[in-house]
């Protein structure tokens, strides 16, 4: 019998090996696992069980840079059996027992990325909880929101900010949802139908600290839904602090001047000595990409016949790169949003300067005059198109040019008061109006501020929670096979 191929060993163990390091230590914790749930089935005996538990003890805490993979000897699962067969001889066959490499290997998968997953929540968490700090702070920085990039109607830059912090709630919820879905064990699946050696499938879950068992069998082997269902919640995270990165390289530069950048997160030109770039912006912006592009591949390597190791065996790399990638980016973007700069002076030059109050103005002649809309909004038009030629603001209309500009739409003017006029072309009227739920006053932006950092608080404490559980459990599995092999008797 004759080796692999070179060509296998390059381009397909060589590949899988090369993953090794995200599924090292859950495998080892799997296999301990496992032997402790054999021999509670009296299905190992003693002698076997306690070399196999105190030759996985001695790896447990080894990197996997330091573990002796090898390609030219199989896979990941086949490297390592070849490592143990060296040890301790055919003792460490019994790992085999009632278990397929593919079990270990889903087992060691789904304990990584329950990790990952974990300090995602965690850092969609901590920028939910910048957004909301930032948005109370500018709860009164009054400015122009814009649609297009074109002037749309006055606001708040702490009610632009909290459209951000939604979004994130809402995926640090999905992702939730996503570890329920990972936090469930495959073990005791067997190939595909179980295995009659072992037939308690909560023992190992719970050794294991998984929180509920997969209740089909061939389904707990193959399924990959909960993985589309992750990336696609992290796709759309990042996609949302794509489109602030955006919107803040923007509002940036000297054209608008809203924001700077902290120079903690910028990077200076060595050419032109007066530019610095908002570097971080650009990797936040471009990890959105890259995360459209890893979720269409999972998608892609997906669309396979069932019970094919293809899809899995690429997504034990892809899946766990995707979502520590994430993590980092969604770090990142805390960092920024947490030292923004934000000019609140520019930001009233730019709105007083406009014609955002149209639309109220609009209104207010639909109310004050008995005008159809459509008609107020001909007026309104007219009379900006007007100011607009005459160099002047939205703030400068008066009862005068709107007379004018009614006596061209209309045929005749309208009489209006100076003096409530006035208030409604005062942005800041516009902006302390809006006090339905959800709008942009003062007070309702607070709110919702507040509403949206006890979100983030509970979001937070509930992934620190799972982690302690996942970390709490871990121990506990590592102590009873010490314990196991410390006592003749069986555990």
């Known amino acids: 019998m004759t080796g692999p191929a070179e060509e296998l060993i390059d381009a397909g163990y060589a590949l899988e090996i090369a993953d090794a390091p995200l599924v090292h230590r859950g495998l080892t914790l799997a296999d301990l696992a496992h032997v402790l749930d054999l021999w509670a089935a009296r299905v190992v005996p003693e002698e076997p069980a306690r070399q196999l538990l105190k030759l996985l003890l001695d790896i447990v805490d080894v990197?996997?840079?330091?573990?002796?993979?090898?390609?030219?000897?199989?896979?990941?699962?086949?490297?390592?059996?070849?490592?143990?067969?060296?040890?301790?001889?055919?003792?460490?066959?019994?790992?085999?027992?009632?278990?397929?490499?593919?079990?270990?290997?889903?087992?060691?998968?789904?304990?990584?990325?329950?990790?990952?997953?974990?300090?995602?929540?965690?850092?969609?968490?901590?920028?939910?909880?910048?957004?909301?700090?930032?948005?109370?702070?500018?709860?009164?920085?009054?400015?122009?929101?814009?649609?297009?990039?074109?002037?749309?109607?006055?606001?708040?830059?702490?009610h632009y900010v909290l459209s951000f912090a939604y979004p994130v709630l809402r995926d640090g919820r999905r992702l939730t949802d996503s570890l329920t879905w990972v936090d469930a064990s495959p073990g005791g699946a067997g190939g595909v139908n179980g295995t009659a050696l072992l037939t308690d499938r909560s023992h190992i879950a719970a050794l294991l600290g998984f929180s509920s068992v997969i209740e089909h069998t061939r389904d707990a082997m193959w399924q990959t839904d909960g993985l589309i269902s992750a990336l696609g919640a992290c796709s759309s995270l990042l996609i949302t602090q794509g489109k602030l990165a955006e919107d803040l390289e923007i509002w940036a530069s000297p054209e608008f001047g809203y924001v700077t950048v902290d120079n903690a997160y910028s990077r200076s030109s060595v050419l032109m000595p007066q530019k610095r770039n908002p570097y971080a912006l650009t990797m936040i912006r471009g990890a959105s990409g890259v995360m459209i592009g890893r979720l269409s591949g999972l998608l892609a390597f997906n669309k396979s016949p069932s019970a094919r190791s293809d899809n899995l065996i690429f997504a034990y790399g892809e899946v766990p790169r995707a979502l520590a990638g994430a993590v980092r980016t969604t770090r990142l973007a805390s960092g920024v949003v947490r030292t923004l700069h934000v000019h609140p002076e520019r930001l009233w030059s730019v709105l007083v300067g406009s014609f955002a109050q149209a639309s109220d103005l609009a209104e207010y002649l639909l109310q004050s005059c008995k005008l159809d809309y459509r008609s107020a909004y001909h007026v309104v038009g007219h009379a900006v198109r007007t100011a607009v030629e005459q160099g002047l603001r939205g703030v400068d209309l008066d009862p005068a040019a709107l007379d004018a500009a009614a006596v061209a739409v209309l045929g005749q003017p309208l009489g209006l008061d100076a003096g409530p006029l006035a208030r409604v072309l005062d942005p800041r009227e516009v902006v302390r109006s809006r006090t339905a739920a959800g709008g942009a006053a003062p007070a309702e932006v607070c709110r919702m501020a507040a509403a949206c950092a006890s979100d983030a608080t509970d979001l937070g404490r509930e992934a620190r929670t799972r982690r302690e559980h996942f970390q709490a459990t871990e121990q506990a599995l590592i102590a009873a096979a010490q314990q196991a092999i410390g006592d003749a008797r069986q555990p």
């Open 63 to 158: 990197p996997a840079e330091e573990f002796p993979y090898d390609p030219s000897h199989g896979e990941i699962y086949n490297s390592r059996e070849h490592y143990f067969a060296d040890r301790i001889g055919d003792a460490a066959g019994w790992l085999h027992a009632g278990r397929p490499r593919r079990e270990a290997m889903r087992i060691a998968f789904r304990l990584h990325l329950r990790e990952l997953l974990t300090d995602l929540i965690q850092a969609a968490s901590e920028l939910a909880t910048e957004l909301a700090r930032l948005a109370g702070q500018h709860r009164e920085t009054w400015m122009v929101d814009q649609t297009y990039l074109q002037h749309a109607q006055p606001s708040t830059f702490g």
